[in-house]
């Protein structure tokens, strides 16, 4: 089968009616979340709040129908907002647009040149820096509107900025800051109450009809930037020439970058959530050709957003059509009700922002690597800083060069190098009759496949978006038969696996584990902290001691059950 085949093509083979509705509401529930992230992420950006929109319709639509997994969810995110201003303070919005086309061209050829699988490698240190970084980033570009305070302009610079607040701290607007700390109250505890509708939602309608009933004095999205287009606007061109790409060309492989990254490591963590196996290098054509268009209508960069799969996935979507249908979603409501965003505070945008920038920080993750070995300490706090202090551009530069430095380290500390050599392969539609597909999955059990490299950088995503949009199952089930390797970070990650289960009742079954893992995890007392009972050697004894747990009866091991693990033969 060939590797660029959209997944689109491929899942509606057998399509159902049920599968349909499951995908529909799936669809509907993830546009009416993107809705006020993509307006919060093109403000944020230094664009206009429709062009956030146009980005999340566009992207969402041409990412899910080209893309090569089954359930990624395309658009605007948090990573994008600190590269986008800097290049529209320095080229403009046309020179942002060239730059996108050009991330986008970039894109497919590496999708072309298959080097999908080879950005799954790049380490988590490295990952979790430069977003920990940004993150950090973008909560210090939203002190201003939280506050209300009097500036005529923010400085760029990381420092310059926290030394204007504090010179002006004393202008805090107190309409202003009590509508942005009930919005940042509402989105905190508005998920007890309900995952189906998010509370950016909520905290954008409740404080509106507050500033427009009581007339407070706070600035909102019409007072800064005047009425808000509601429709999609005719395609313009562009001028490039020579001088154009070898000034932006920096600024381009950033984006990308940012984008395959971003994009891939959603995938993974989808991958693990619905027992598949994504297109990397089909995914990456769909990201370079969103890229390509969206600038032609208005639009910013796009990656897959890890947030928004997650709650597709969880919502029961299964295929492309569901993404395809959060795209029809936004440009139903941007048609519609696109010019009452208008009303929106700024104020309750800057703490949706102060949200996703805690949400980006990983200080979990952060932490957790700072436990690890030397090597990737070092690593992580070289490319935090340089996004602070420096550039994003700069970060990412010296951060692929040490993750290059980091993989081969990574690389020769792997014995088992058959399941690296497959994900380089990119195999996805190999026949799999171990796959969890093939599986009956008990109510109140979740089965969670970790996958070849950046395995620990999407489990722990994994983990932080469950406990976000979902109540925790009563046994999980975590599948490592895909994992040859794991150093002290994973181990960690596992600790911190135990440690959030144990305080949700959750049962904990590791199913599948390698030689080198298994050692590993009885010399760091991970194993003694399961319990050997809790490790079973493939997923059919996995389900099984679940089912026991429930009080259900076994079912064995199915007649076409293949070994993956040695453990499977014992």
Known sequence: MPILKPKLFTTLKGYTKKQFIADATAGVIVGIVALPLAIAFGIASGVTPEKGIITAIIAGFIVSFFGGSRVQIGGPTGAFIIIVYGIIQQYGTTGLAIATIMAGIILVIMGFARLGSLIKFIPYPVVVGFTSGIALLIFSTQIKDFFGLKMESVP???????IAYF???????????GIALLALVIMIFWPKITHRVPGSLIAIIVTTILVLVFDLPVDTIGSKFGEIQSNIPMPSSFEINLTVIRNLIGPATVIALLAAIESLLSAVVADGMIGGKHRSNMELVAIGLANIVTPIFGGIPATGAIARTATNVKNGGRTPVAGIIHAITLLLIMLFFGSYAKLIPMATLAAILIIVAYNMSEWHSFRSVLKSPKSDVIVLLTTFFLTVIFDLTIAIEIGMVLAVLLFMKRMSEVTNVNVITRELFDEEDREDPNAISKRQIPDEVEVFEINGPFFFGAAKKFKDQMLKIEEPPKVRIIRMRNVPAIDATGLQTLREFYSDAKKYNTHLILSGVHTQPMLAMMKAGVLELYGEQNILGN???????????MGLPKIGRPKDFVPTVKRDLE
Do not use: M
């Open 156 to 162: 760029s610079e990381f420092h310059e900025k926290w």
């Open 167 to 177: 010179d002006v701290i004393s202008t805090v607007n107190y309409y202003v800051f």
């Open 539 to 549: 997923i059919d004894d996995a389900l099984d001691c679940a089912r026991s747990i």
